[in-house]
């Protein structure tokens, strides 16, 4: 698949940038793929949709349904199917293994002794699934996950490339640090390594703190996802005490252990000296950049298309399982990633009403500036 702004996929007839800013112009999936073309030929397929006369019992297990990962990309899925119509007739059965792995371990062996059509996991640790995933593999039961890490026998995972969603923030924190005229910085992180998008986020980081080795990393602490965000405000006020306003910036995994880190540092009036930086781009914590401008701590995040994710998703079970379509052809690699434009603080923030991957990316506002000049 090409970068090049005006070449589309091969597949989708869709670029790079359409995924960046159609869908969130349009209001919805739902209404991106009703009023524009190529968007509609993409999520919803090139062909007329009888799966909407065959019903499908399909279901949908959630790893923790109480993030907002797992609810964006549930309401991407339902968005799509009631633009399809299937929400009238496919059977969507979802449960939520709220954080356990043991549970959702469970969830999808009772899926396959249900003999359901479909079976969709969303942000699960499949790492510890061996024994069911061995299960579905022997039932035949067409299995897809969203950002679960890919594992056998999935079909496709939907997700986004994380060392580039960690390494985007990553080096804005650097490039901010160098703006204020840095040239020793301190610096304390979050990591979260119990899911493989956020661990290898937090691997980029290291990477990065190898290359520029003027800024140090006073403090890393490690959290779980319960009570996280708790736990960030613990860590955070710790360091606060410890550190002050020698500390320049916090660096977190995703957005909301970032908002709890923003909200300490505005406790204690530090948001002048200290700055955030998160990732996945969750509509509360823009709202925050967006509102608190200059004076809300958190700069940057990357914003990750989870309805889109979830809209595909659907789209996925539609041909191959509705339709019958060749799962090798549709899915000729089976992690399927989508791009995730950086979102600076005052430059390119969307709009409230917009969804926050809408956004138009950095490197897209560099290339309008000076493409004028380059055609004469």
């Known amino acids: ?4 702004d005006e070449q589309s996929t091969a597949t989708g007839g869709v670029s790079r940038r359409d995924l960046l800013k159609w869908g969130g112009r349009a209001g919805s999936v739902a209404a991106a793929a009703a009023t524009l073309p190529n968007m509609a030929e993409f999520l ?6 009888f799966a909407a006369d065959k019903p499908l019992n399909i279901a949908v297990i959630g790893q923790q349904m109480s993030a907002q990962s797992d609810q964006r990309a549930w309401e991407g ?3 799509w199917m009631k633009g399809m119509g299937v929400d009238k007739t496919w059977k969507m059965n979802l449960t939520d293994a709220k954080g356990d792995p043991g549970k959702l371990v469970s969830q999808i062996q009772d899926a396959v002794t249900a003999k359901v059509d479909a079976i969709i996991v969303l942000f699960a640790t499949l790492t510890a699934a061996h024994a069911a995933l061995d299960t579905v593999k022997s039932s035949g039961i067409p299995f897809f996950s969203i950002d679960s890490g890919w594992q056998d026998p999935a079909i496709a995972d939907l997700t986004s ?15 901010r640090l160098l703006g204020a005229g840095k040239s020793k910085a301190k610096i304390a992180s979050i990591i979260a390594n119990f899911h493989h998008g956020t661990r290898k986020r937090g691997k980029v980081l290291e990477v990065l703190l190898s290359e520029n080795t003027w800024i140090e990393q ?8 319960d009570g996280f965000y708790e736990k960030t405000q613990n860590i955070v006020n710790d360091w606060l005490t410890r550190y002050g306003d020698d500390l320049d910036c916090i660096w977190c995994p995703w957005d909301e252990p970032a908002m709890a880190a923003s909200e300490a540092i505005v406790a204690k009036g530090l948001q002048d ?28 995040t990357s914003a990750q298309a989870f309805e889109l994710w979830g809209a595909y998703c659907g789209w996925l079970v539609n041909e191959i399982v509705g339709k019958g379509g060749d799962a090798k052809k549709l899915v000729p690699v089976p992690i399927v990633e989508f791009p995730t434009p950086l979102l600076v603080s005052e430059v390119n923030v969307p709009g409230k009403d917009d969804q926050p991957w809408s956004a138009t990316d950095l490197y897209y506002l560099y290339q ?5 000049g380059m055609k004469g």
């Open 218 to 225: 006073v403090d890393s602490r490690v959290i779980q996802y």
């Open 1 to 4: 698949m090409t970068d090049i």
């Open 161 to 175: 490339n994380n060392y580039i969603l960690g390494g985007a923030p990553s080096q804005y924190m650097a490039d």
């Open 368 to 372: 309008d500036r000076v493409l004028k």
């Open 44 to 49: 919803l397929g090139s062909t007329p949709a």
């Open 77 to 79: 899925m339902q968005a």
């Open 273 to 300: 000296k200290i700055f955030v930086v998160g990732a996945d781009g969750h509509p509360t914590a823009l709202q925050r950049m967006r509102d608190g401008g200059a004076k809300w701590p958190q700069k940057a």
